[in-house]
Nanobody, 125 residues
Framework: QLRLVESGGGLVQPGGSLRLSCAAS????????IGWFRQAPGKELEGVSC????????NYADSVKGRFTISRDNAKNTVYLQMNSLKPEDTAVYYC??????????????????WGQGTQVTVSS
């Protein structure tokens, strides 16, 4: 059974850092595109970052460029999202998702067939 489990969320002060993990079971994660999405209360699901299963290319939403870094540890079958310089507007439930490699539209959430349960990130003083 294919499964994704996120962890690493929590409460952090503005300017702080968190590292989210997305651990896969039942499939080899590095052969898939992995996307990180987030949803704040009352807002739509938003693409944050993604890493390609074909070549390892990465993409970031403009709102997180320079602050967030996506990476993959194939030995641990895990994708990470390192989040630095966090802002209150980063507060949301963060989800990771997987799909077979596609060359474009990595923030098209409807193209992802496998989703984790989400982890809450709260940035507040």
């Amino acid at each position: 059974q294919l499964r994704l489990v996120e962890s690493g969320g929590g409460l952090v002060q503005p300017g702080g850092s968190l590292r989210l993990s997305c651990a896969a079971s039942g499939f080899t994660l590095n052969y898939y595109d992995i996307g990180w999405f987030r949803q704040a209360p009352g807002k739509e699901l938003e693409g944050v970052s993604c890493i390609s299963g074909s070549g390892g290319g990465t993409n970031y939403a403009d709102s997180v460029k320079g602050r967030f870094t996506i990476s993959r540890d194939n030995a641990k079958n895990t994708v990470y999202l390192q989040m630095n310089s966090l802002k209150p507007e980063d507060t949301a439930v963060y989800y990771c998702a997987a799909r077979a490699p596609v060359s474009r539209l990595c923030f098209l959430y409807s193209s992802y067939g496998y989703w984790g349960q989400g982890t809450q990130v709260t940035v507040s003083s």
